[in-house]
């Protein structure tokens, strides 16, 4: 079956700390990851997108990892900041039946 | 940028009701997408559309209908609501052909439905 699973399901860290989301996936075939930021009370926005052939792609103070081999991401924050709090999602893009599949998300706060 | 417009925030329903949620999008999307989202579920599809006149089905559409008579413009019906529907509701866009693999969501902010 083709899932999408993330931990932790919620994470509170200090500002300025640096934190790591992860999503584990049986998506296949699948051409591409991306992660989504959701603020409270707004519609998902794309923060990165990664190929089945990228390791590693950044966006300011946010690295997204995978290793295609174990079917591993990992959304990486670097000196977090208050307006980092918000749902991140990884989505999952099933070339097998041109479906998006998505994780539940990791509610992080970061707190002052 | 993408604005992808959803005409109501909150809206608090009966059981019985019927519900209408509109949702407008100005960057000439083929692909338009009705999810619901609900704590710990992620998001689950409901309905899509890739053309005019055209939907499809998605994970859940029991319970729900959908009509797209204008290309930016893509509601979502509840015929007779029930408890069970209440969620928030958020539509999205998207450019994509179906020989690509690289589908880009643009999401709406929301409709927090709550059926009493």
């Known amino acids: 079956k083709n899932q999408v699973e993330q931990s932790p399901q919620s994470l509170i860290i200090l500002e300025g700390k640096n934190c790591t989301l992860q999503c584990n996936y049986t998506v296949s075939p699948f051409s591409n990851l991306r992660w989504y930021k959701q603020d409270t009370g707004r519609g998902p926005v794309s923060l990165t997108i990664?190929?089945?052939?990228?390791n590693t792609k950044s966006n300011g103070r946010y690295t997204a990892t995978l290793d295609a081999d174990t079917k591993q991401s990992s959304l990486h924050i670097t000196a977090s900041q208050l307006s980092d709090s918000a749902s991140y999602i990884c989505v999952v893009f099933y070339t097998g039946g041109f479906k998006t599949i998505f994780g539940a998300g990791t509610r992080l706060f970061v707190k002052a | 940028d993408v604005k992808v417009t959803q005409s109501s925030r909150y809206l608090v329903k009966r059981t019985g009701e019927k519900v209408f949620l509109e949702c407008v999008q100005d960057m000439d999307h083929e692909n338009m997408f009705w999810y619901r989202q609900d704590p710990g579920l992620g998001l689950r599809l409901i309905y899509f559309?890739?053309?005019?006149?055209?939907?499809e089905k998605g994970d859940i559409p029991e319970g729900y209908s959908v009509s797209r008579e204008k290309k930016e413009r893509f509601s979502l019906i509840l015929e007779s609501a029930s408890t069970n529907q209440t969620s928030m509701y958020l539509c999205?866009?998207?450019?994509?052909?179906?020989?690509?693999?690289?589908?880009?969501?643009?999401f709406g902010s929301g409709t927090q439905l709550s059926v009493l």
């Open positions: 990664m190929t089945f052939s990228e």
């Open positions: 999205a866009s998207s450019l994509w052909d179906r020989g690509a693999t690289n589908e880009k969501l643009f």
């Open positions: 559309s890739y053309d005019v006149k055209m939907k």
